[in-house]
């Protein structure tokens, strides 16, 4: 729908709705929902690492934020191969992050605030450590028990070559071979990430039948919905073929990996911004049987009261595709990576914002929006990066270095364009601060599978796992009493602090604060989006739209434009410098929210 308006000072402007309001209830289509890492965001019991006591003591922090629901990474049973992405008890809390009774006073503390929980659900695959693995590796060749996984004969003489050619998303094989009772080299399972993460058989009746109950065992608790991990990896083609792509986690391959789109040989193509979605078109991914997993999850939840929300973290492009996932019976929303990978580029965020909003709105599901997570280097500084050559795989201190200031004045501006979109938006742990990735932490701490898997060539993601910085004057800045971290923070995060943000007006703490109250008080999270062009600020290098009575300009070019008179600004990224004859001029790298007549 286009409609034109004339406005009084004879500009004329183009409006396009491309999503009218939704008035739906449920508190998962608006929310906006806080990644909290648990290693890393607040110590109680002085380890260096952090805990569920550690989190429900800081609760208040995010009260004062203004979030309206928490995600927690996982903090079951573990070894931690894989910063407990690697479970080796569903229903118990790892030892390192505290005890059951801590999680219920976890919850209900949050729940007293107003907060909803959501859990880190990882059905893919288990830990190595976890009982029906070592009963599995105990077990002979077809038995009960190395059915739940991925058990296979091995090709070639001896059986000695894996059975396809599948890599680990992490780098090497994604085949091991398993020593029989015997003592003789014997079967091979699959692990599509670390080799301590097996991937479980989704055809097996016995392993539905155990995440429902794990479901169950949650729900039971009180948490509100689940974050499902790799939630398109679950079900594998059948005969599992040979596949020639590559694919790699959440950041753009490394030359001479490359798979496009739709193209599943490899090709040594320069990665284009968005190539990363399409290293998963393989007989690994987005298989049809996914589907009928999330369509008896969500039966399951909606047993229970209080709208209770599946979560999909699904690497599945293109859009439409992904919206599959969100289908009236299945899961209630996904992460829009394609948002989080987009370039700095006015043309671009409106692509990928226009294009998820028409994908969502066609199967009735709210959009998301998300800039950085515990996989991605900090967007803080991937906006301080040349921008268009693809997601860095970490960075380490011999790399090319991000221009800190830029990042930063980019991020809170990407940040009050994300608040302002309608849907629900993920804030991850930090980012309110505006931190940066730690790009120059010693090699020799780095604990990320990727790391070791590929043969030290991909940094990884510990660079954005640094616990937080609370205080400036506190020994660990503020996260553990006793000063002891499990990452050591980079010096410049002293200055990111809280305290030397908390109640400093302009801040990037009292930005977002100011940003998720308005986004509040004007029903953003429920609201509309209409595109304006043609208003005087109106060139290739800048966003603008209206959602509800709010207009947001975005600049994401070189040089400042006017502001628009007569508008009442109610919050803006950076502050905004008068031109001569008076008028506001938005500068580079700079959102402003402002309200219309
Ligand atoms: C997801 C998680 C990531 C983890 C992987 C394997 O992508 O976000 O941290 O390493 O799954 O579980």
Redesign the pocket.
């Known amino acids: 729908m286009a409609l034109v308006t004339e406005r009084p000072d004879d500009t004329t402007t183009t409006t396009s709705v491309v999503h009218t309001a939704n008035p739906s209830p449920q508190w998962w289509r608006t929310a906006v929902i806080y990644q909290v890492y648990p290693r890393s965001f607040a110590d109680g019991d002085g380890d260096g690492v952090g805990d569920l006591p550690g989190i429900t003591a800081r609760l208040g922090h995010l009260a004062r934020l203004g979030i309206d629901a928490l995600w927690l990474?996982p903090f079951y049973r573990s070894p931690q191969n894989?910063?407990g992405?690697?479970v080796a008890d569903y229903r118990d809390i790892d030892p390192l992050f505290g005890t059951l009774a801590d999680a219920d006073a976890l919850l209900a503390e949050a729940h007293r605030r107003g907060l909803r929980v959501l859990v880190d659900l990882?059905p893919?695959?288990t830990s190595s450590e976890h009982p029906w693995f070592v009963a599995a590796l105990a077990a002979a060749p077809g038995s009960a028990e190395r059915a739940r996984y991925l058990f296979r004969e091995g090709r070639g003489p001896d059986g000695a070559e894996p059975p396809n050619n599948w890599r680990s998303?992490?780098g090497g094989p994604g085949w091991t071979r398993v020593t029989e009772a015997d003592g003789r080299p014997g079967q091979w399972y699959l692990h599509?990430?670390?080799v301590t993460?097996p991937d479980l058989d989704w055809t097996n009746p016995e392993v539905a039948a155990e995440f429902e109950s794990v479901l169950r065992f949650w729900l039971d608790r009180g948490v509100d919905g689940f974050r499902v991990?790799?939630a398109h990896g679950l079900v594998k083609a059948e005969g599992l073929p040979d596949w020639h792509g590559t694919s790699v986690?959440?950041h753009s391959p490394l030359e001479g990996e490359v798979s496009v789109a739709g193209v599943d040989e490899p090709t040594t193509e320069t990665a284009p911004e968005r190539v990363q979605a399409g290293n998963h078109h393989g007989p690994m991914w987005d298989q049809e049987g996914v589907h009928e997993v999330y369509r008896a999850w969500h039966r399951v939840l909606a047993e229970y009261d209080g709208d209770r929300a599946l979560v999909a973290?699904a690497w599945v492009e293109p859009m439409p595709r992904l919206a599959r996932y969100l289908r009236a019976d299945e899961m209630h929303q996904a992460f829009n990576f394609a948002f989080l990978t987009a370039a700095w580029s006015a043309p671009a965020l409106r692509e990928v914002i226009t294009d998820a909003l028409s994908a969502m709105d066609a199967v009735g599901a709210p959009t998301t929006w998300v800039l950085s997570?515990?996989?991605v280097v900090r967007h803080t500084s991937r906006l301080g990066l040349p921008q268009g050559e693809g997601m860095p795989g970490g960075i380490g201190a011999a790399d090319p270095q991000p221009d800190e200031e830029l990042g930063l004045r980019r991020a809170r501006a990407a940040a009050l364009l994300m608040l302002s979109l309608p849907g629900s938006a993920y804030v991850y742990q930090g980012e309110e601060l505006g931190l940066p990735e730690h790009t120059t932490l010693d090699d020799a701490e780095r604990q990320d599978?990727v790391w070791l898997r590929s043969g030290h060539t991909e940094r990884g993601?510990d660079g954005c796992r640094v616990p937080l910085p609370w205080s400036s004057t506190q020994p660990a800045l503020g996260f553990s009493p006793t000063g002891a971290s499990w990452l050591s923070q980079p010096e410049s995060f002293a200055g990111y602090a809280l305290d030397n943000q908390q109640g400093v007006p302009g801040s990037t703490f009292e930005t977002y604060r100011a940003a998720l109250r308005l986004r509040r008080e004007f029903a953003l999270g429920s609201g509309s989006l209409a595109w304006v062009d043609g208003l005087p600020v109106g060139t290739a290098q800048t966003l603008a739209f209206v959602n509800r009575e709010v207009l947001v300009l975005t600049n994401t070019g070189t040089t400042a434009l006017p502001l628009p008179a007569d508008l009442d600004v109610l919050v803006t990224s950076q502050q905004l410098p008068l031109a001569e004859d008076g008028a506001w001029l938005v500068p580079p790298d700079t959102t402003v929210w402002a309200r219309i007549g």
Do not use: A, I, M
């Open positions: 990474s894989d910063g992405y690697d990882v893919n695959h998303v992490f599509l990430f670390d993460q991990d790799v986690l959440l973290e997570n515990h996989d599978p993601r």
